[in-house]
């Protein structure tokens, strides 16, 4: 255990070494390539919601400077990547996407080219450069993945140490600040310092629970001790650590941590049915909104106030303190009304972390009357009434938010299980159908076919949506494969 240590701080070491060699803007000399670099084309592959440029080159790009510019309402974010020493050859000036990623620009600079990589809205992706035989390779993955390359560095950077003594010294290495090399990693949470000797990994990951205030749920396969000491770290690294040494993997999702072994598996549960409307905070339900804004000279004085005001709510809401959060957002939405984000962002507050039905559907209503056709704020107010049992205004805001062209589709699956309660049956298969035409099946939207026709008696199409669910290859949790088995083999038994 000592070995291994000793071994990862040296990897850690060596970490710092390579973002000190990599990192974006450390001083204000631009790198320099080693000879002059002409650069022919660039190959785009883009699936699954991925973007891989391949920057196609006269040898491997090794030295490159990138930087991130924030996206406003219009226009937007971008990162883009300097290469020093280099010239076009026979390249397009833009390359098309479509993706994550609406498009590559590229053009000369005073010291050599410059490739702009426009993002598809004012969200910034994650990314990640590295040099490639042929040229230069850009990986982007969307901002709600989490980026692994900091585990790939550790554990190259171990591999590299098996092969050397441990006695071994590196020198003329400038060190890079630890703080920009975690924010390039991805770990950004609160920091921490630890010094445990041989501690048991159940009373870890309890630290962990304590420190990031989420709740860890741990397999009873787990087992072992770990030496732990750790100086000022994020406690998402710290984490991401010990499952490494310990060969245990983890899922996130609505604020919960499972943890289990590496060889197992984890697949989170399934709703089998919809007692009611409550709106989960996972993107596949309920998109949250962010608030993006850009001060400039412009802006009366009421706006720049109310500017400010949003970062401390957002910083309030990163703490979860959401009632300190919306009443922030209240104080800014009184000096900029006719900001319909902080509305709507009020709406989700109110709604999803707060409860308070009445509020959200008081500050969804304001922003349609501003704008009939934000589709999202018609959800959250029709949620909201349906929370609330207003039967009648909640249909009308549901109509309402499903009039856009394609409809919503949180919006088409909500509004189902709305008439799926109000036994407008009929009206719950029409718009799950529509879902699909639009949207494709889901298992989701299979199960809930299938329940609707068994609760109308039609025990044949019941029985021939649960036989597609079971044999669509979507991963289905024990207890609900048993509950589809079941009612096939009741449908059986009717017929």
């Known amino acids: 255990m000592f070995n291994k240590l000793i071994k990862l701080n040296l990897a850690l070491f060596m970490l710092m070494f390579v973002f000190a060699q990599q990192s974006s803007f450390a001083n204000d000399e631009t790198p320099k390539n080693s000879a002059p670099i002409e650069i022919t084309d660039i190959s785009?592959?883009?699936?699954?919601?991925?973007?891989?440029?391949?920057?196609?080159?006269?040898?491997?790009?090794?030295?490159?400077?990138?930087?991130?510019?924030?996206?406003?309402?219009?226009?937007?974010?971008?990162?883009?990547?300097?290469?020093?020493?280099?010239?076009?050859g026979s390249v397009k000036n833009e390359y098309a996407v479509g993706n994550i990623l609406d498009k590559i620009r590229i053009a000369p600079s005073d010291t050599g080219i410059r490739l702009v990589f426009d993002a598809d809205g004012p969200e910034i992706f994650q990314y990640s450069i590295t040099s490639d035989p042929q040229g230069l390779k850009v990986k982007i993955t969307p901002a709600s993945q989490k980026d692994n390359t900091l585990d790939q560095l550790i554990e190259s950077s171990v591999a590299e140490l098996e092969k050397q003594p441990l006695?071994?010294?590196?020198?003329?290495?400038?060190?890079?600040?630890?703080?920009?090399?975690?924010?390039?990693?991805?770990?950004?949470?609160?920091?921490?310092?630890?010094?445990?000797?041989?501690?048991?990994?159940?009373?870890?990951?309890?630290?962990?629970?304590?420190?990031?205030?989420?709740?860890?749920?741990?397999?009873?396969?787990?087992?072992?001790?770990?030496?732990?000491?750790?100086?000022?770290?994020?406690?998402?690294?710290?984490?991401?650590?010990?499952?490494?040494?310990?060969?245990?993997?983890?899922?996130?999702?609505?604020?919960?941590?499972?943890?289990?072994?590496?060889s197992s598996t984890f697949?989170?549960?399934?709703?089998?049915?919809?007692?009611?409307?409550?709106?989960?905070?996972d993107s596949n339900i309920l998109e949250q909104e962010t608030l993006i804004v850009q001060q400039t000279a412009n802006q009366s004085k009421e706006i720049m106030e109310a500017q400010q005001i949003l970062q401390k709510a957002k910083k309030a809401e990163h703490k979860k303190d959401f009632e300190e959060a919306a009443k922030l957002y209240e104080d800014a939405l009184k000096l900029w009304p006719d900001n319909n984000k902080i509305s709507n962002r009020l709406a989700t507050l109110y709604l999803v972390d707060l409860g308070l039905n009445a509020k959200a559907v008081y500050h969804a209503s304001n922003t349609l009357k501003k704008?009939?056709?934000?589709?999202?704020?018609?959800?959250?107010?029709?949620?909201?009434?349906?929370?609330?049992?207003?039967?009648?205004?909640?249909?009308?805001?549901?109509?309402?938010?499903?009039?856009?062209?394609?409809?919503?589709q949180e919006a088409l699956i909500s509004y189902a299980a709305f008439n799926e309660q109000n036994k407008m049956y009929d009206e719950a298969i029409k718009l799950l159908e529509k879902h699909d035409a639009f949207y494709g099946e889901s298992s989701s939207t299979m199960l809930s076919k299938a329940r609707i026709f068994d609760k109308l008696g039609d025990s044949d199409k019941a029985t021939q949506q649960y036989s597609a669910l079971l044999s669509s290859g979507y991963q289905l949790t024990p207890d609900l494969k048993k509950y589809i088995k079941g009612r096939i083999a009741a449908g059986n038994i009717q017929n």
């Not at 890079?176 to 501690?199: A, L, N, Q």
């Open 371 to 408: 704008d009939p056709q934000n589709y999202r704020a018609a959800l959250y107010a029709a949620i909201g009434s349906a929370n609330m049992q207003q039967k009648a205004e909640a249909m009308e805001f549901f109509n309402q938010s499903v009039s856009g062209n394609p409809p919503m």
């Open 167 to 262: 006695n071994s010294t590196s020198k003329g290495i400038e060190k890079s600040s630890p703080d920009d090399s975690f924010k390039v990693s991805g770990f950004d949470k609160e920091r921490i310092s630890v010094d445990f000797y041989k501690i048991d990994l159940h009373n870890v990951f309890r630290l962990f629970r304590e420190v990031s205030g989420m709740n860890i749920i741990v397999d009873e396969k787990v087992n072992g001790i770990l030496t732990l000491s750790l100086n000022d770290v994020p406690w998402d690294f710290a984490l991401d650590i010990v499952l490494n040494l310990s060969n245990l993997k983890k899922e996130e999702r609505f604020n919960t941590i499972v943890i289990y072994p590496a």
């Open 44 to 88: 785009v592959k883009a699936a699954d919601n991925t973007v891989e440029a391949l920057i196609v080159a006269s040898q491997s790009v090794t030295a490159f400077q990138d930087k991130t510019i924030a996206g406003t309402e219009s226009a937007p974010a971008r990162m883009y990547v300097d290469i020093a020493n280099a010239t076009l």
């Open 267 to 281: 697949s989170w549960p399934e709703r089998t049915s919809l007692d009611n409307l409550e709106i989960e905070t």
